[in-house]
């Protein structure tokens, strides 16, 4: 998996309940209206709180929240190199309409971005986000650090192997030819910017994020 499981507690919805998967709960949410609904990091968290009131985890007034972790508030020893890219990728389904860009972790700004295309998967945007970043700085910026938190893509690009198991057709033609040409460039290519894991438990979601979820 590229990402930690997350679980999904619907207290308002098409059918409230809890559920492991984004794709699942927005099938709950989406259109209707008023839905209240929450991400959590485990199962118990998620059914405890489908058995509460949604409102000691959601609103002002919520009583059961976790601080959410910033890098930037954490000691400069602790933190993640700021002069460094974060790649994210976002996929509304599996397969379905996929994006991805890159970010300047110390500015915020955003570098590069591309899509949505049809008909894609979230690996496929983190890996292609990742060689894209390669690419952009691996003569202006060599030692530039790259950030993903996706365990798959960087074992993929280590390998300069896209080993996606979704098949062509014609809505993702396009994305196909993203990944010939991204395995291309590894394979022709050297690099030096270190790829490195984003550890999201301590330093927050990964700036590159699309805040979907």
């Not at 991805?100 to 008909?119: A, K, L």
């Not at 894209?132 to 993929?156: G, Q």
Request: proline share 5%; glycine share 8%.
């Amino acid at each position: 998996m590229s990402k930690k499981q997350k679980y999904y507690t619907v207290w308002e919805g098409v059918n409230p309940g809890v559920y492991n998967s984004w794709k699942e709960c927005e099938k709950q949410i989406k259109g209707y209206e008023g839905a209240k609904f929450k991400s959590f990091e485990t199962l118990k968290e998620a059914q405890d709180a489908f058995m509460s009131s949604c409102w000691e985890y959601i609103g002002k007034n919520a009583v059961n929240t976790k601080p959410i972790p910033n890098y930037r508030n954490l000691p400069s020893s602790e933190q993640p190199i700021l002069n460094s890219i974060a790649v994210d990728a976002a996929c509304a389904g599996n397969p379905g309409k996929m994006e991805y860009r890159g970010v300047d972790v110390n500015t915020g700004t955003e570098i590069f971005r591309q899509g949505p295309f049809e008909n894609g998967t979230n690996n496929i945007g983190e890996f292609l986000a990742i060689v894209h970043a390669l690419a952009l700085f691996n003569k202006t910026n060599p030692r530039i650090p790259v950030y993903t938190d996706s365990v798959t893509a960087l074992a993929w690009v280590k390998g300069k192997k896209c080993k996606t198991k979704l098949g062509i057709d014609k809505q993702n033609q396009y994305i196909f030819q993203l990944i010939e040409r991204a395995e291309k460039w590894l394979r022709e290519n050297t690099f030096s910017n270190p790829l490195i894991k984003w550890e999201t438990e301590k330093w927050g979601e990964i700036p590159a994020d699309f805040g979907r979820k």
